[in-house]
């Protein structure tokens, strides 16, 4: 895959608004889905108790490792992806198959999209 191609694959997923085990849990779940710039024993740390905390990390879409199963959250996952369209809805799917998506908003421009996301236990 050369460069620009794999530019437009990657989706960076920024994860905020909920505790540090539920951002595990996505980003476990996206991690069973795709590849990950980050390795098993990155998961998130500890949050700053009274600060606010963002949990980032980018995934490589253009090879689907399959649909991980749903997930229980503890509490509601504000989750902001942005990439190339196809990208950015190759990875939406997955979030959608594990998690329910409570709200959603998007914004799109030159050959990006970003989607700002409400996620929760889907049971």
């Not at 991690?31 to 700053?48: I, L, N």
């Not at 908003?105 to 929760?120: F, I, R, Y």
């Amino acid at each position: 895959m050369n460069a620009q191609n794999r530019a437009t694959a990657d989706v960076v997923v920024e994860l905020s608004d909920c505790t540090r085990d539920d951002a595990r849990t996505v980003f476990a779940v996206l991690g069973d889905a795709f590849h990950c710039d980050r390795g098993a024993d990155q998961a998130p740390k500890e949050d700053s108790a009274g600060h606010p905390s963002v949990w980032t990390t980018t995934y490589d879409t253009s090879r689907e490792r399959g649909m991980a199963p749903a997930a229980p959250l503890g509490g509601e996952v504000t989750a902001d992806i942005q990439g190339g369209y196809a990208a950015v809805d190759r990875l939406h799917e997955a979030l959608a198959a594990a998690f329910a998506i409570r709200g959603e908003a998007t914004a799109s421009g030159d050959g990006e999209k970003d989607v700002h996301l409400t996620l929760a236990s889907s049971g």
